[in-house]
């Protein structure tokens, strides 16, 4: 039972560099999240998608762009990378219905320096 | 707008005694639900319970419960006869719907210590 897999699970980068956060997820689900989690701050939402072909910004949406291709796969990239990004990022998938429970990818801790 | 506050940064509690980790939220939304999610130190986000808000009955799962008071808008989570393993850090998070939006969005966090 794979759920939620996100690649790669650490990742170092010069700023000014780019890269491509991938998720994938396999419980046919249609929401799919991406959250960055700083110390003391919890999980931050920066974009979220409710469907195939549709995003839409959260709380922290500056300094990313996201895909969403199709149901299972939605990506976040990062076009030009500050130290101000350097977090552990969390994808999730969850069902449409308000009372389920999302899903977690086990995480990427990414550096910037 | 949709909000999470949890008010305690840590906490501390002797093995096998209850605690209980506090949860307000703010939303305009008519349905929507709350959940706990905890995260070990291996980093992982485990989730916990959930309770709707239209749900009558405190929801319980096991050893937790939440203590859901929709007046106050309050979502405690009640964890009993707490054990060494319960350490982690302990989220709140409420998804609401408008339209066909569910944003879910998490508080800060509570970081739970339990003393053997």
């Known amino acids: 039972n794979a759920g939620v897999t996100q690649t790669p699970k650490f990742q170092v980068l010069k700023t000014g560099q780019s890269m491509t956060l991938q998720c994938a997820q396999d419980?046919?689900?249609?929401?799919m999240y991406w959250y960055r989690q700083d110390p003391g701050m919890g999980l931050r939402l920066i974009y979220y998608?409710?469907?195939?072909?549709?995003?839409d910004k959260g709380e922290v949406p500056n300094g990313y762009n996201v895909s969403r291709l199709n149901k299972r796969e939605f990506s976040l990239r990062l076009e030009s990378a500050a130290p101000s990004q350097t977090s552990v990022y969390f994808c999730?998938?969850?069902?449409?219905?308000?009372?389920?429970?999302?899903?977690f990818g086990q995480g990427t801790r990414l550096t910037v320096v | 707008a949709q909000k999470i506050t949890q008010t305690q940064p840590g906490m501390f509690v002797q093995e096998k005694e209850a605690v209980t980790l506090d949860c307000t939220y703010d939303?305009?939304?008519?349905?929507?639900?709350l959940f706990w999610y905890k995260q070990p130190s291996s980093g992982e986000m485990i989730f916990l319970i959930y309770?709707?808000?239209?749900?009558?009955q405190n929801a319980t799962e096991g050893r937790y419960s939440l203590n859901f008071q929709k007046a106050r808008k309050s979502a405690n989570l009640v964890i009993s006869a707490s054990q060494l393993g319960d350490s982690a850090m302990y989220f709140c998070?409420?998804?609401?719907?408008?339209?066909?939006?569910?944003?879910?969005?998490f508080g800060k966090g509570t970081k739970l210590s339990v003393k053997p």
């Open positions: 309770q709707g808000s239209y749900d009558e």
């Open positions: 419980m046919n689900h249609n929401s």
């Open positions: 998070a409420m998804r609401g719907f408008r339209g066909s939006q569910g944003n879910l969005i």
């Open positions: 999730a998938s969850s069902k449409d219905r308000v009372n389920t429970e999302a899903f």
């Open positions: 939303t305009s939304d008519q349905s929507y639900g």
């Open positions: 998608s409710a469907s195939e072909g549709t995003t």
